[in-house]
C-alpha cells in the first residue's frame, strides 16, 4: 500500500523568507500524482500545486514550487516570500490514477506558522 | 470557492443516532469521494463514486453507507453514532478518476 511522510509536525516562517515543507512517499507504480493542499483555519481543503510523475519539470504556482525528486520519492514544498495568509495546515498526497480505485493518500500533515 | 458544497455545515447529534450528510460536485464533475479527518487518523478515504456507482472503498465502516444519485449528488449515511465517530466530513469531486479533486467545504460532526 502507498504510504506518505511528512516528517515535520510544526514548522514556523517569517514573513517575506522562504519556508521548505517535506514529503516522502512509498509506491512501487511509475506512472502517479502528487499534491499539496493547504487546510487554513477555516478547514477548507485547498489545493495549492499538483506533480504527474512523468513530467521531469518541477512544477510552479505563483509562489509555491516543489522540488520532485522521483528516484528519491521526494516531494517537497517551497514557498517564497512567505505572507501571513499562509499560515495552515499542510497537506502532502498521492494519487495513482488506476482506473476505478483513484483516492487521495495523505500524510498527516504540517502545520505552518509564520512569523510577523 | 471550489464549486463542492456540503450540507450541513455543522451537525450536533446523539450516540445511537443516523445522519445524513450530503455533497453537490462541481458541475460537470462525474466522481465523488468522501472523505473523514478526525484528530488521531488523520484523513482518510471512505468511499469514491462514479456516474452513480461505487467504484472503490476504503476505511469505510459497516455502519456507514453512500450513494450518488442521478444528478450526481451524494449522500452519506451515518448509523449507530459513536462518539468516535465525531469528525469532520469531507466530499471531493473530480471529473474523472484522473483528474485533481476538488473538496468542499466539510460538514463537522459531532456525536455527544
Known amino acids: 500500500a502507498q504510504t506518505v511522510t511528512q516528517s515535520q509536525p510544526e514548522m514556523s516562517v517569517q514573513e517575506a523568507e522562504t519556508v521548505t515543507l517535506s514529503c516522502t512517499y512509498d509506491?512501487?507504480?511509475?506512472?502517479?500524482?502528487l499534491f499539496w493542499y493547504k487546510q487554513p483555519p477555516s478547514r477548507q481543503m485547498i489545493l495549492v500545486i499538483r506533480?504527474?510523475?512523468?513530467?521531469?519539470q518541477n512544477a510552479t504556482e505563483n509562489r509555491f514550487s516543489v522540488n520532485f525528486q522521483k528516484a528519491a520519492k521526494s516531494f517537497s514544498l517551497k514557498i517564497s516570500d512567505s505572507q501571513l495568509g499562509d499560515a495552515a495546515m499542510y497537506f502532502c498526497?498521492?494519487?495513482?490514477?488506476?482506473?476505478?480505485?483513484?483516492?487521495?493518500?495523505f500524510g498527516k500533515g504540517t502545520r505552518l506558522s509564520v512569523i510577523a | 470557492d471550489s464549486g463542492v458544497t456540503q450540507t450541513p455545515k455543522h451537525l450536533i447529534t446523539a450516540t445511537g443516532q443516523r445522519v445524513t450528510l450530503r455533497c453537490s460536485p462541481r458541475?460537470?464533475?462525474?466522481?465523488v469521494y468522501w472523505y473523514q479527518q478526525s484528530l488521531d487518523q488523520g484523513l482518510q478515504f471512505l468511499i469514491q463514486?462514479?456516474?452513480?456507482?461505487?467504484?472503490a472503498k476504503g476505511n469505510i465502516l459497516e455502519r456507514f453507507s453512500a450513494q450518488q444519485f442521478p444528478d450526481l449528488h451524494s449522500e452519506l449515511n451515518l448509523s449507530s453514532l459513536e462518539l468516535g465517530d465525531s469528525a469532520l466530513y469531507f466530499c471531493?469531486?473530480?471529473?474523472?478518476?484522473?483528474?485533481?479533486?476538488?473538496f468542499g467545504p466539510g460538514t463537522r460532526l459531532t456525536v455527544l
Open positions: 471531493a469531486s473530480s471529473v474523472g478518476g484522473r483528474d485533481t479533486q476538488y
Open positions: 509506491t512501487s507504480e511509475s506512472d502517479y500524482y
Open positions: 506533480q504527474e510523475a512523468y513530467k521531469q
Open positions: 498526497a498521492y494519487r495513482t490514477p488506476n482506473s476505478g480505485n483513484t483516492p487521495l493518500v
Open positions: 458541475s460537470g464533475d462525474l466522481s
Open positions: 463514486y462514479y456516474n452513480g456507482e461505487e467504484r
